[in-house]
């Protein structure tokens, strides 16, 4: 029979697969980039938010070419700060689009 190790384990006797690994694969663009960014445009003032791939979990419809969006590719979500019915309603509108569709975009 083998010889029993009573030894109790500490973090410095662990082995490296016992050891707890740190979180990887972790976004750090809400941290740099917390708020959305405020641009003018002819149709007026709007929230911008940019969405990392990591952070990019559902697929949405882009209203500047009505190509879908989806889940792992970055992109830009937009909700205008004068909205007619208020702030709620702005953000229940939000779109997400395409990082080059919305530079491009035509506003009126």
């Given amino acids: 029979m083998g010889k029993k190790n009573n030894r109790k384990r500490t973090p410095s006797n662990l082995s490296k697969w016992q050891k707890p690994r ?6 750090i663009s809400r941290i740099l980039d917390p708020t959305p960014r405020i641009e003018s445009a002819a149709d007026g003032d709007w929230f911008v938010a940019y969405i990392a791939s990591v952070n990019a979990l559902k697929t949405y419809k882009c209203p500047g070419c009505h190509r879908q969006i989806k889940p792992g590719v970055a992109h830009l979500v937009a909700w205008q700060d004068d909205h007619m019915f208020g702030r709620e309603r702005a953000i229940e509108e939000r779109r997400h689009w395409h990082q080059k569709c919305w530079q491009t975009r035509r506003p009126y």
């Fill in 22 to 27: 740190p979180a990887s694969g972790r976004d």
